[in-house]
């Protein structure tokens, strides 16, 4: 019986031997057809890839180039990223947040995805009238509506807020955090933990004295640059921004 010759990949470091020469190193590189060893003194030498032409732990064997390894991209959000895309029409069903800088937070982390799916992320500006808000929005079964909402726990005024929607087509979920701030993991700006900010003091601006920052509108583009994927926020948001994404992308 014929004698199979087995194809090894030459990756990075590869310690094999010249048949020929018996000259013995590890792979270091390749150029024009042929494979770089270097040996233990540090003395390179190229070698054509030719079949049988090395030994491989003491055996004949067809040295060839790794295969390039293909790994997928995924965007900030952890998703797979689908790559370009044609511009789509937006679809009727939308993503309401609080303010700006839950909107431009949403969009640095899944704005690729909502892109993909068609679908607009709006700032209400303030939470206080939305039963009003999604009254005149005429949500249905193919104009849904997810709303994200601060500070979502027991007796909060954003609770009961949310406690005067009822429809089947609207989805409410938000995070425990006074505001979207809170919800970027105090670790991207070196802290331990947020500040506590006393009660009655507006909390941005007891945030940003606790920390030596004069100015609230310049601290916002700092904390936002300090965010690069879904795994800088906490997991609440996450959770909710993700549910909502689900929702009004389910027809």
């Known amino acids: 019986m014929r004698r199979v010759i087995p ?7 590869l310690v094999v031997e010249c048949a020929d020469s018996g000259f013995c190193g590890a792979v270091v590189g390749f150029s024009h057809g042929a494979v770089t060893l270097e040996d233990r003194h540090g003395k390179l030498r190229h070698f054509p890839l030719e079949p049988a032409a090395f030994l491989v732990d003491g055996e004949i064997a067809t040295l060839v180039r790794p295969a390039v390894k293909r790994t997928r991209a995924v965007t900030a959000s952890g998703s797979v990223a689908a790559g370009p895309q044609r511009a789509k029409v937006a679809k009727a069903s939308r993503i309401w947040v609080e303010g700006l800088h839950d909107a431009t937070l949403i969009e640095k982390i899944w704005g690729d995805d909502l892109r993909g799916e068609a679908i607009v992320v709006e700032p209400m500006h303030g939470a206080d009238d939305l039963a009003a808000l999604v009254q005149g929005f005429e949500p249905g079964p193919q104009r849904r509506l997810g709303v ?5 726990v027991a007796g909060s005024k954003e609770t009961r807020l949310a406690s005067t929607v009822d429809s089947a087509h609207v989805l409410i979920a938000g995070h425990p955090y006074i505001d979207v701030w809170q919800a970027v993991k105090p670790q991207r700006l070196g802290i331990a933990a947020w500040p506590v900010v006393p009660p009655g003091q507006p909390w941005k601006q007891g945030i940003c004295a606790a920390l030596g920052v004069s100015d609230t509108d310049s601290f916002w583009p700092r904390l936002l640059s300090r965010v690069d994927s879904y795994r800088d926020l906490e997991t609440p948001l996450v959770n909710s921004v993700e549910r909502l994404i689900d ?4 027809s």
């Open 7 to 13: 194809v090894v990949e030459a990756e990075h470091g």
């Open 148 to 152: 994200l909402l601060d500070h979502l």
């Open 247 to 250: 929702f009004v992308t389910t």
